[in-house]
């Protein structure tokens, strides 16, 4: 392994050594949303804008992971998320219910799109959960016209502890950092949260739907029929 190699890969498992620090308490309050929201019949609803998707795939139809979630697709891409309003229009097309719970992850937390999400969902009673990096949003400026940032717009917010820029690594005679982390870290707080809500449905006596892995023999059957269940609200599964 060369060695920027190697220091991003201590630099990455430094950081998902340390990011659930202090943050126990709003772990904790997660897995209650997720636990909460499963426990209903609603669905968890997950989106990031650009790269932040990666995260919100994270914890949406996957062997392992709830049968009742849903990633919010957004067709553009994140090419949109600057501008003013395209929140307000695309959470029109949102089938959000007060049963439901939406996962908002945004590095900067600064950009208008996840906002304006976010916003929709607390004044529809949609508990909202933000996966963030703290410091850097405190630092910035919001682009929204509310004039706020996502940890404000957010029930619950998680920490991711990213870098400014997202990106860790300087090597010599590359101008701008290199390697981003907010994927490793925000894949571990969703997943954490997700764990600890299972701890939470079996205390209270609830079996959780989960997918099995579509690649085990049995697995498609066994999903479908839980799926089956959700069909009006899961129906692109």
């Known amino acids: 392994m ?3 190699a190697a220091r991003f890969k201590a630099e990455v498992l430094r950081r998902l050594d340390t990011v659930l620090d202090g943050q126990e308490e709003a772990l904790h309050q997660a897995a209650t949303i997720f636990a909460n929201t499963i426990e209903r019949g609603g669905i968890i609803r997950a989106f990031g804008s650009g790269h932040s998707h990666a995260n919100a795939l994270e914890i949406c139809g996957r062997a ?41 992850i945004s590095n900067s937390g600064r950009n208008p799109l996840p906002i304006e999400l976010a ?4 004044e ?58 907010s994927l490793y870290t925000g894949c571990l707080l969703l997943d954490c949260a997700v764990m600890e809500s ?6 209270r006596g609830v079996q959780p739907p989960l997918f099995m892995s579509a690649n085990v023999d049995g ?15 899961l129906a692109e599964y």
């Open 2 to 4: 060369g060695d920027s």
């Open 64 to 104: 392992g992971g709830y049968i009742q979630t849903k990633v919010v697709r957004e067709p553009a891409w994140g090419i949109y998320e600057m501008i003013d309003g395209v929140g307000d229009q695309f959470w029109l097309k949102l089938d959000l219910r007060p049963e439901d719970c939406l996962v908002v």
């Open 119 to 122: 916003q929709h969902a607390q």
């Open 124 to 181: 529809a009673g949609v508990p909202v959960i933000a996966v963030t990096a703290l410091e850097v949003s405190r630092a910035g400026t919001s682009r929204a016209k509310s004039g706020k940032l996502l940890y404000q717009c957010a029930d619950v917010v998680l920490d991711n502890k990213s870098s400014f820029g997202d990106a860790a690594l300087s090597i010599e005679g590359i101008p701008t950092k290199v390697g981003g982390t």
């Open 198 to 203: 299972l701890d939470i449905l079996l205390e």
């Open 219 to 233: 697995g498609p059957e066994f999903n479908q029929r839980l799926l089956d269940q959700f069909k009006e609200r």
